[in-house]
Structure formats: structure tokens, C-alpha cells
């Protein structure tokens, strides 16, 4: 049991990209050694994913910073238009986002 959870520890940033059918699974494996009930391996579930969600945004974040860090340095790009960039792909990305969510309103709507 211990050797699984150093197993989960030592992956580090796998944790990441832990989704929920792993994280239900390593907290089977953790419910059959420590007895635990179904409510409490559930919950182990749901927590490894909250740390996994968290792990992965910590990696992006520093990913992020560094890239940026070496465009600058690189002097491929400023910081006003690295900063140019960002602001119109999160509008782009927030567009497409949107009109997918219009698309998939039509097709349930056409089903129904």
C-alpha cells in the first residue's frame, strides 16, 4: 500500500494528468489495502483529482513563464506584444468556445 502511494508521490507531475477513472482506480487499489468505505474512496477519488487539476495549472503556469521568459530574452518578441498575443487568443478562444456551445444547443434541440 505505502509502495503504491510513493508510486502516486514520485509521478509528480503525472498527477496532472490524473483524470477521474485513474484517480477512481488508485482509490480502489487504496480502498481494498486500508479497509476504506466506498463514501471515503470516493472521496480520495475526488481529491486526488482537485490535486491533479492543481498540479497540472502549477506545470502550465511555470511552462508559461518560462516560454514567455525566453521569447523576450530571445527577442523574438516584447513584452507589449506577447501580452498583445494573449489578450486576442483568449477572445478567440472564448469565441470559439462559444459558438461550439451554440452548435451543440442546435443539435441536442434538433434530437429532442
Given at each position: 500500500?505505502?509502495?503504491?502511494?510513493?508510486?502516486?508521490?514520485?509521478?509528480?507531475?503525472?498527477?496532472?494528468?490524473?483524470?477521474?477513472?485513474?484517480?477512481?482506480?488508485?482509490?480502489?487499489?487504496?480502498?481494498?489495502?486500508?479497509?476504506?468505505?466506498?463514501?471515503?474512496s470516493l472521496?480520495?477519488?475526488?481529491?486526488?483529482?482537485?490535486?491533479?487539476?492543481?498540479?497540472?495549472?502549477?506545470?502550465?503556469?511555470?511552462?508559461?513563464?518560462?516560454?514567455?521568459?525566453?521569447l523576450?530574452?530571445?527577442?523574438?518578441?516584447?513584452?507589449?506584444?506577447?501580452?498583445?498575443?494573449?489578450?486576442?487568443?483568449?477572445?478567440?478562444?472564448?469565441?470559439?468556445?462559444?459558438?461550439?456551445?451554440?452548435?451543440?444547443?442546435?443539435?441536442?434541440?434538433?434530437?429532442?
Amino acid at each position: 500500500m505505502v509502495e503504491i502511494i510513493k508510486k502516486v508521490v514520485k509521478i509528480g507531475y503525472g498527477l496532472g494528468l490524473l483524470s477521474l477513472a485513474e484517480a477512481k482506480k488508485l482509490a480502489s487499489k487504496v480502498k481494498k489495502e486500508l479497509h476504506l468505505s466506498d463514501e471515503e474512496s470516493l472521496k480520495l477519488a475526488h481529491e486526488l483529482m482537485a490535486n491533479s487539476e492543481k498540479a497540472s495549472q502549477e506545470v502550465l503556469a511555470a511552462a508559461s513563464r518560462y516560454f514567455e521568459s525566453a521569447l523576450i530574452k530571445s527577442g523574438a518578441a516584447s513584452k507589449g506584444e506577447l501580452k498583445t498575443a494573449k489578450k486576442f487568443l483568449k477572445k478567440r478562444a472564448r469565441r470559439v468556445k462559444d459558438t461550439l456551445k451554440a452548435k451543440l444547443k442546435d443539435v441536442r434541440k434538433r434530437r429532442a
